[in-house]
């Protein structure tokens, strides 16, 4: 498991565009704040159709969920899929790894609800 202390480093070692961002934060930041951080970003890649480093956003999230703690699941769910899925076309959402996927349909149902 990933520990929560080092996401924040691990997204700015993966995505350069948040190198600096992600240095900010401090290793004690709640893993809200650097998942919202890791949100605006991809946000800003979909708003600009930067489709490869959409993929490579969404693909590091997906990583993200299956190897994360229990709080990096519920931020990524509750944070990062929240704030991403009115930005979600087609193309976009084609990109989503599976365990993504499965998050936003439940997502989508509850709001139905």
């Known amino acids: 498991m990933l ?24 290793t004690k930041e709640r893993v809200s704040k650097v998942i919202h951080t890791f949100a605006d970003y991809t946000g ?3 708003r600009h159709e930067q489709l490869q480093e959409v993929k490579r956003c969404f693909t590091i999230a997906g990583v993200l969920y299956r190897n994360g703690s229990n709080s990096l699941r519920n931020a ?38």
């Open 3 to 26: 520990p929560d202390s080092k996401i924040s480093q691990l997204i700015g070692l993966q995505i350069p565009g948040l190198s600096f961002p992600m240095q900010q934060l401090t």
């Open 76 to 113: 990524i769910e509750s944070v990062f899929m929240y704030a991403l899925s009115p930005l979600l076309c087609t193309q976009h959402r084609d990109m989503l790894p599976s365990s993504l996927r499965t998050v936003r349909i439940q997502h989508l149902q509850t709001i139905a609800l």
């Open 44 to 46: 800003n890649m979909i």
